[in-house]
């Protein structure tokens, strides 16, 4: 699955991120999920520097579109995904799954044969089904917002 022509998009590590990458990463995640969804929680939560974090934007230098963290545990032979965030002119394209399909492939990448673990937004759970995910809990509210958590099997290397 390819990125639209007019979209690029790739990983770094947080050491990796440029001062002015990193300032629209917490803007765009402070933006959507504390102002938007109103949901007042700690988003610097001193995670980001042990993760890889991939960004996608309008263009080489346009801008930011969505993001994604992801944590490979290899030990565990797990990964997690986390803080899938999307601006408003982004929704609706289809950005969300392929920032979510880079997501599985990197982490089965990086930790082959790995289960993934994320917890959804409830309202999105149909979505993380369509990709392979089933929920493992009931729901609960976390930040104010009700979720669930979900995992993807390991599938076989």
Not at 128 to 135: A, K, M
Request: charged share 25%; hydrophobic share 40%.
């Amino acid at each position: 699955m390819g990125l639209p022509a007019t979209q690029t998009a790739r990983w770094s590590t947080f050491h990796e991120l440029s001062l002015d990458e990193l300032y629209e990463l917490l803007r765009l995640r402070q933006n959507v999920f504390i102002l938007e969804q109103a949901s007042f929680y700690a988003d610097i939560d001193g995670k980001d520097q042990a993760a890889l974090h991939y960004l996608m934007r309008e263009g080489e230098t346009g801008p930011l579109l969505g993001a994604i963290r992801l944590f490979a545990e290899p030990e565990n032979l797990s990964a997690r995904i986390g803080r899938v965030v999307i601006a408003k002119e982004g929704r609706g394209s289809g950005l969300g799954r392929l920032m979510m399909q880079a997501g599985i492939d990197k982490a089965e990448a990086m930790v082959p044969g790995c289960t993934i673990h994320l917890s959804a937004q409830s309202y999105l759970e149909a979505f993380y089904r369509s990709l392979g995910f089933e929920s493992v809990s009931e729901e609960y509210i976390e930040d104010g917002i009700p979720h669930v958590d979900m995992i993807r099997s390991a599938k076989p290397i």
